[in-house]
Nanobody
Framework: QVQLVESGGGLVQTGGSLRLSCAAS????????MGWFRQAPGKEREFVAA????????DYRDSVKGRFTISRDNAKNTVYLQMNSLKPEDTAVYYC??????????????????????WGQGTQVTVSS
C-alpha cells in the first residue's frame, strides 16, 4: 500500500518561503515520477511541478518558474518543493502525487493530475498580503 504524507505547509507573508516535503512509503521510490499539485477554493486542481525518476527532468507551471524548486532524495523516499517569493495567489492546498515513471507517455503526461496513481492528503499553504 503506497502512502504519501505531505508536511511543511503553513501561514506565511507575501515574499516569504516555505519548504514542503512529501514522504513516500514506496519500496521502489526511485522508479517513480513525483508531482506537486495545488487546489484553491472553488478552483480545479492544477499542476505545480514534477520531477522524473532520475531527477534529470523537472518541470513547472509558468507562474512558479524561478520561485519554486522541486527536488528529491531517493535515499529518504522524499520529494521536496522549495517555495520562495510567495504570493497570495499561491494560497492553496498542496498535494503530492506519484506514478511509476515508465507509465508516463505523451498522452499520460506528468503535468496532468489524471496521470498519477497515488495522492497524499494535502497540506495547506496560506500566503497573507
Amino acid at each position: 500500500q503506497v502512502q504519501l504524507v505531505e508536511s511543511g505547509g503553513g501561514l506565511v507573508q507575501t515574499g516569504g518561503s516555505l519548504r514542503l516535503s512529501c514522504a513516500a512509503s514506496i519500496r521502489t521510490f526511485s522508479s517513480y515520477a513525483m508531482g506537486w499539485f495545488r487546489q484553491a477554493p472553488g478552483k480545479e486542481r492544477e499542476f505545480v511541478a514534477a520531477i522524473r525518476w532520475s531527477a534529470a527532468t523537472t518541470d513547472y507551471r509558468d507562474s512558479v518558474k524561478g520561485r519554486f524548486t522541486i527536488s528529491r532524495d531517493n535515499a529518504k523516499n522524499t520529494v521536496y518543493l522549495q517555495m520562495n517569493s510567495l504570493k497570495p495567489e499561491d494560497t492553496a492546498v498542496y498535494y503530492c502525487a506519484a506514478v511509476l515513471d515508465v507509465r508516463l507517455t505523451s498522452s499520460r503526461y506528468y503535468g496532468r493530475a489524471g496521470s498519477y496513481d497515488y495522492w497524499g492528503q494535502g497540506t495547506q499553504v496560506t500566503v497573507s498580503s
